[in-house]
């Protein structure tokens, strides 16, 4: 089982960085991929970036053309999204989510996570 608490969100003008952080707990944070995914009002949960457990790591090139960036410590059991050039469109509940070595089946789909944090708020001003 692993618990997740995300954090750094809040309010920034665009144009501005936001950095979030994710804490997991257990023992075996190493094995797990790591993803970020983001929700606005009335819009499904959509994938943001991910990190596998060797440091592969896969963006929504489409939406974040190179202003995000996710890394991980293992060490600190932490995953990280850095947030550049921030936009209004960026506006939404941020996930970070968990999904098992042994059972990964996908980078992209919500679904295929097994375990997720509450959430942090990120809104961006005009």
């Known amino acids: 089982q692993v618990q997740l608490v995300e954090s750094g969100g809040g309010l920034v003008q665009a144009g501005g960085s936001l950095r979030l952080s994710c804490t997991a707990s257990?023992?075996?944070?190493?094995?797990?991929?790591m993803g970020w995914f983001r929700q606005a009002p009335g819009k499904e949960r959509d994938f943001v970036a991910a990190?596998?457990?060797?440091?592969?790591?896969?963006y929504d090139v489409k939406s974040m053309k190179g202003r995000f960036t996710i890394s991980r410590d293992n060490a600190k059991n932490m995953v990280y999204l850095q947030m550049n050039n921030l936009k209004p469109e960026d506006t939404a509940v941020y996930y970070c989510?968990?999904?098992?070595?042994?059972?990964?089946?996908?980078?992209?789909?919500?679904?295929?996570?097994?375990?997720w944090g509450q959430g942090t708020q990120v809104t961006v001003s005009s």
């Open positions: 257990g023992r075996t944070f190493s094995t797990y991929a």
């Open positions: 989510a968990a999904q098992e070595k042994t059972r990964y089946s996908s980078t992209y789909l919500a679904s295929a996570y097994d375990y």
């Open positions: 990190i596998r457990w060797d440091g592969g790591v896969t």
